[in-house]
């Protein structure tokens, strides 16, 4: 019986239809966004392994996957550290050892010499030649009997409890009767597209690649069949941005007029002058404030461009303006600086200020609110506490959001939420010291207006960065003695690769100690993600004011933090870091006229990759070309850091190595929308997961 006729339209059926998906199965299927038998399709490989041809035990290579075959020689059980049961397969050519740390008795009376078998697995070297540890097998038989696969077998991203036999089931189902009806919703003539395969056929190869495909064009992600869903993919997130900017403008916003008065007067008593770049940011900040349309901008500039300044006219334009504005940090720390500038900044003009975050008592904290909610406070500034629920503005004009990358566009969307006045919604400022390369801009953030600084403050010198192999620790002390009897001072940081605030805030706590022993000299400070909020307060109070000479410290002083006075940074492991994330801690000193430096230590050997982003590190500090470099190298998870929220989740694109096509795919957005409006939402509901269908940003 024909199954299509059977079931008409599989396609938008539930996935519940197929053979093997009962209630457990669908539910699994569900979180991870997948409801019909169509959207099996569009959940795509992750890389492949290929079963397709039968290697000769005599060409294996170490850390190659291979199917081979065999007969076995001896097998039994290795008494040893790990108890483990060996069986010695050969086929003329050569030999492997399979190996199992855990195995049953049957299995064990299975594998008796003589018995033909087959195994699938990863060569590595073990003791005696090479090994394949736990692999897939398969009794023969015999010689002849070996089961080679028709296509590369696709290793599919899943979830706890669904494995690859499933995936490759439920796939195979739905490309045997769902395929065909799956429809092409890109015009044939779509500048982008030429010379590509058309949708079905890249699905089917990319889900069944035959066996002579170019296995390493695969391997790269750069195969026509995945360059066309890749294209497809760029093309619908870059529609939702377009259209989530359409939505925002439709809502209103207050107007907020070129102040005459308060700006002026707080940028005479600066004690510095802006410089060209802030200047015509201001400028442009200010104007988009001045339309009623609801605004979101970007400001993007390299660390120590001075942002803060720039959130500071802003603020008192809505003030002066007779709305408040909010200033929210992603960090205690950053929170708290803000803190101290604006309190100083608005003290000048008379401008009365709240402080928001979760550490206040109950008191203060109802006092706080008390003064957001009656607009006896026009400025608040603070951390995600400025957002929560049951705190409310008398009337919110202008929110300011720090290094916007570290919240989720939800937090920000809430802070938006805090004015509903007659369907009005404050206006957005976000700012970030992430250098953002262009290509990556335009299809990120397409929906906000960008502002770059483009310039730094005048007078700043550039960084010395060394590269220091750990062996020559004591030299590196001995220069951060200098320094500090010098009465400079220094930052000392010591970073892992897990991001586990517990590890890394013993490697600090055990490097502070080991510090204090080496240098008594020197008057030594510790922070880290663990330490009480009261006591970062006391440490960072008094490494700003001198009493502190070396700070040892976790990345969390990563983001924002403020000491003109230091003027070295050691970076432990710098090894283990991404190029960004170096930039941006090297960006704590070289914030005042002094000679900086940042010493990067490591751990030889260096692998080829770390020593191309330490070198890289050390010839350049401007943050554009480090972010380029850095995208080129890691992609764009890296660039931003692995806590980072607001990166859409591609299923098959990644940005770093499909850059290429982003040009391309914002002129076909374009052409789309204008002569293809019908197939935005289709585009948008076949690519983006349900987070990212999210509207009205
Ligand atoms: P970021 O852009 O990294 O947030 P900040 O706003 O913290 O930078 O500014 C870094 C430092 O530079 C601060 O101490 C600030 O007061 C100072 N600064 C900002 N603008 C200027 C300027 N035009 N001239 C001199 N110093 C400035
Ligand atoms: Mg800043």
Redesign the pocket.
């Given at each position: 019986m024909d199954k299509k006729k059977l079931l008409p339209k599989l396609s938008i059926q539930s996935v519940t239809e197929l053979k093997g998906v009962g209630p457990a199965v669908a539910d699994k299927l569900a979180h991870l966004g997948i409801d019909s038998v169509q959207d099996l399709l569009f959940h795509l490989p992750l890389r492949y392994e290929d079963r397709t041809r039968r290697t000769a035990l005599g060409s294996l290579r170490s850390g190659q996957e291979a199917l081979v075959a065999g007969q076995i020689q001896a097998s039994g059980v290795r008494p040893g550290r790990r108890r483990s049961l060996a069986t010695v397969i050969g086929d003329g050519t050569g030999s492997v050892t399979m190996r199992q740390f855990h195995f049953k008795r049957a299995q064990q009376e299975n594998l008796i010499r003589g018995q033909w078998v087959q195994c699938f697995g990863q060569v590595r070297i073990g003791s005696a030649g090479f090994e394949l540890v736990h692999p897939e097998y398969q009794l023969l038989p015999s010689a002849d009997g070996v089961n080679v696969a028709p296509t590369l077998t696709p290793v599919y991203p899943t979830t706890q409890g669904l494995g690859q036999k499933t995936w490759r089931h439920l796939t195979r189902q739905a490309l045997e009767h769902c395929l065909d009806d799956v429809v092409e919703l890109l015009p044939a003539d779509l500048t982008g597209l030429e010379g590509l395969p058309g949708l079905q056929a890249a699905l089917m190869l990319v889900h069944r690649p035959d066996p002579d495909v170019d296995a390493a064009a695969l391997a790269a992600g750069t195969h026509p069949a995945q360059v066309r869903l890749v294209f497809e993919e760029l093309l619908a997130h870059q529609l939702a941005v377009v259209q989530r900017r359409m939505e925002r403008e439709q809502s209103r916003a207050p107007v907020i007029d070129a102040p005459q008065n308060l700006w002026p007067r707080l940028e005479a008593l600066l004690g510095?002058?802006?410089?060209h770049a802030?200047s015509r940011v201001v400028e442009e900040v200010l104007s988009t404030l001045a339309k009623p349309r609801s605004s979101l901008r970007l400001i993007q500039?390299d660390?120590?461009?001075?942002?803060?300044?720039i959130a500071a006219a802003a603020a008192l334009a809505a003030v002066e303006a007779g709305y408040q504005a909010v200033i929210m940090a992603p960090t205690e720390l950053l929170a708290e600086q803000h803190l101290n500038n604006f309190e100083r900044w608005l003290r000048h003009v008379d401008v009365p200020l709240a402080w928001l975050t979760g550490r206040l008592t109950a008191a203060e904290r109802r006092v706080a609110c008390h003064r957001l909610a009656t607009g006896e406070a026009m400025v608040g500034v603070g951390t995600h506490a400025l957002f929560q629920n049951d705190v409310t503005y008398h009337d919110l004009g202008l929110v300011i959001i720090d290094e916007q990358h570290r919240f989720g566009v939800h937090q920000r969307l809430a802070l938006r939420d805090k004015r509903r006045v007659d369907g009005e919604v404050p206006h957005q400022l976000v700012m970030t010291?992430t250098p953002i390369p262009r290509s990556l801009t335009m299809a990120l953030y397409a929906d906000m207006d960008i502002s770059l600084i483009d310039e730094m403050?005048?007078g700043r010198q550039t960084i010395e960065t060394v590269v220091v192999p750990n062996l020559r620790r004591a030299e590196v002390q001995a220069r951060v003695h200098k320094a500090c009897v010098a009465g400079r001072r220094v930052y000392w940081v010591c970073a892992l690769i897990e991001e586990s605030d517990v590890l890394a805030a013993e490697a600090a706590t055990d490097r502070a100690r080991m510090l204090r022993e080496a240098l008594p000299a020197l008057r030594v400070g510790l922070v880290h993600g663990r330490s009480p909020v009261s006591e970062k307060e006391t440490v960072m109070r008094k490494f700003r004011n001198g009493e502190i000479d070396l700070l040892v410290a976790t990345t969390v002083i990563e983001v924002?933090v403020?000491v003109?006075e230091a003027s070295l940074i050691v970076i432990e492991n710098a090894e283990r870091m991404g190029l960004a994330q170096l930039h941006q801690l090297r960006?704590r000193v070289g914030?005042s006229a002094e000679r900086a430096a940042c010493v990067l230590m490591y751990q030889p050997p260096l692998s080829r990759m770390a020593h191309e982003r330490l070198s890289t590190l050390r010839k350049t500090t401007d943050g554009f070309s480090i972010a380029e470099k850095d995208l080129a190298l890691r992609g764009p998870g890296e660039l931003f850091g692995t806590r980072q929220s607001g990166l859409p989740q591609y299923r098959l694109a990644n940005i770093g190595r499909h850059q290429l096509l982003l040009p391309a795919v914002q002129q076909a957005a374009a052409d789309v929308q204008a002569r293809f409006p019908d197939q935005v939402a289709p585009m948008m509901r076949r690519w983006l997961p349900c987070a990212s269908a999210l509207s009205g940003v």
């Open positions: 510095f002058s802006l410089t802030q500039g660390v120590g461009c001075g942002k803060t300044v010291a403050p005048p924002g403020d003109p960006g914030r």
